[in-house]
Nanobody
Framework: QVQLVESGGGLVQAGGSLRLSCAASGGTFHYYDMGWFRQAPGKEREFVAA????????YYADFVRGRFTISRDNAKNTVSLQMNSLKPEDTAVFYC???????????????????WGRGTQVTVSS
């Protein structure tokens, strides 16, 4: 099973940008579709974005479409989330996730993904 480690979180002012990265190990990276989820205090974990194993298809939650961009580098076993125009309501712990490629698209449910990182905190101040 692939292991995932997120990085790149931090504190940023509203309107600013952050780039999250997720490093994968212990598996064949291009066998996996990848996703990002987030969980705000007191709320359930929710889908943010997903990218297919070969990078040729992406999908975003409505609340981030146009502001966030998911990408991957299969040569480096990494997936990234570029976050622009951040809002205070984007404050959350962001999690990287992996699922075996294939199956339905887009994979938006927590149960679609079998591997998870520990998360990285993103705080957006107003």
């Amino acid at each position: 099973q692939v292991q995932l480690v997120e990085s790149g979180g931090g504190l940023v002012q509203a309107g600013g940008s952050l780039r999250l990265s997720c490093a994968a190990s212990g598996g064949t990276f291009h066998y996996y579709d990848m996703g990002w989820f987030r969980q705000a205090p007191g709320k359930e974990r929710e889908f943010v974005a997903a990218i297919k194993w070969n990078g040729d298809n992406t999908y975003y939650a409505d609340f981030v479409r146009g502001r966030f961009t998911i990408s991957r580098d299969n040569a480096k076993n990494t997936v990234s989330l570029q976050m622009n125009s951040l809002k205070p309501e984007d404050t959350a712990v962001f999690y990287c996730s992996a699922k075996s490629r294939g199956g339905g698209w887009p994979p938006m449910r927590l149960t679609d993904f079998g591997s998870w990182g520990r998360g990285t905190q993103v705080t957006v101040s107003s």
